[in-house]
């Protein structure tokens, strides 16, 4: 495998998005599906109200229990997604559909990417809400109709987009560091082949580098120099796990000039160099049950 695949929205749904209650009665008259490790060009959110699913995400595996929201963002590489005897809904959106001050809401970085716990009545509005837009769904396709979902769905983006918000300390999510960690996040997403200094993103969001680091250290706990080795290193890590790229070829594409300098970083950061990292780590890439 040379590039990690990526799935398409469209090739599952011309709505624009895809709408799926899950159970255990379904999960178990389906087969095991086996969609590889793969990146999607959309949003994937989970909502399980009961039991629970486990998933793995950049190397990590996740587990969302009952009465947890949880979410994949395009650029993730995941697999493996299983039910726990799970019970909820799953949702894959184009990103297009989501309201802007949404998405930079979802996107936005206070820190690693965790399920978010519900509130009783939270759970409550989540399904009713996606049992509304799942009936509609059954009917025609005009025009008019798809207007309505898409508007039904946009109210479940603001409603996550909420419960996200909330589920930090409103001081801190409003602050003005919170902000500047939320656009540096954005950027170095954006940048990071091709920059890769500290100095680079101060520049960009128009502050001095001393007050940059201090306040994505405030809200993250790490410096902008750790985010920088870490986005590097994640990219690296999926490229070594999930393709047959060179170590060199990787690092071209990682926009290192001299392959030697990212193979010391890549040590440096894991403990072992790039090529064990993938003797070690390739092979795990095993099918689970797919509950989409």
Same mark, same amino acid.
């Given at each position: 495998m040379k590039q990690v695949p990526v799935h398409k929205l469209q090739d599952r749904s011309s709505l624009g998005f895809q709408l799926k209650p899950f159970s255990p009665e379904k999960a178990d008259h389906r087969q095991p599906v086996d969609t590889g490790a793969h990146r999607d060009d959309h949003y994937i959110f989970f909502i399980v109200t009961e039991g629970s699913g486990t998933t793995i995400v950049d190397f990590t595996e996740k587990t969302v229990?009952?009465? #947890?929201?949880?979410? +994949? !963002?395009?650029? #993730?590489i995941h697999y493996r997604i299983i039910s726990h005897q799970a019970k909820g809904w799953?949702?894959?959106?184009? $990103? =297009?559909?989501?309201? $802007?001050?949404?998405?930079? +809401?979802? @996107?936005?970085?206070?820190?690693? #990417?965790? $399920?978010?716990?519900?509130?009783?009545? @939270?759970?409550?509005d989540y399904d009713q809400l996606l049992h509304v837009l799942y009936r509609q769904t059954s009917g025609d396709q005009s025009s008019?109709? +798809?207007?309505?979902?898409?508007?039904?769905?946009?109210? /479940?983006? @603001?409603?996550? =987009?909420? &419960?996200?918000?909330?589920?930090?300390?409103t001081e801190i999510a409003n602050s003005r560091p919170a902000i500047l960690s939320m656009e540096f996040r954005q950027?170095?997403?954006e940048n990071i082949k091709a920059y890769k200094s500290p100095a680079d993103y101060a520049e960009m969001l128009h502050i001095s580098e001393p007050y940059l680091n201090e306040a994505v250290?405030?809200? *993250?706990? =790490? &410096?902008?120099? /750790?985010?920088?080795?870490f986005a590097i290193? &994640?990219?690296?890590?999926?490229q070594l796990y999930f393709t047959s790229l060179s170590v060199? #070829?990787?690092?071209?594409?990682?926009?290192? @000039?001299?392959?030697?300098?990212?193979?010391? !970083?890549?040590y440096?950061? *894991?403990?072992?160099?790039a090529l064990t990292f993938r003797k070690t780590f390739k092979g795990d890439n095993k099918p689970g049950t797919d509950i989409r």
């Open positions: 229990g009952p009465g #947890q929201l949880y979410y +994949i !963002l395009p650029e #993730q799953f949702i894959a959106a184009d $990103p =297009a559909l989501v309201p $802007p001050a949404c998405r930079n +809401i979802i @996107e936005g970085w206070l820190g690693f #990417q965790e $399920p978010v716990t519900l509130r009783a009545d @939270e759970i409550t008019e109709r +798809i207007s309505l979902l898409h508007a039904i769905l946009s109210a /479940f983006f @603001e409603m996550v =987009a909420c &419960t996200i918000r909330m589920s930090v300390k950027l170095l997403k250290k405030k809200i *993250t706990g =790490a &410096t902008v120099s /750790f985010w920088i080795r290193v &994640t990219e690296a890590k999926r060199k #070829q990787i690092a071209a594409d990682l926009g290192f @000039e001299n392959h030697s300098y990212f193979s010391r !970083l890549f440096k950061e *894991t403990g072992m160099t």
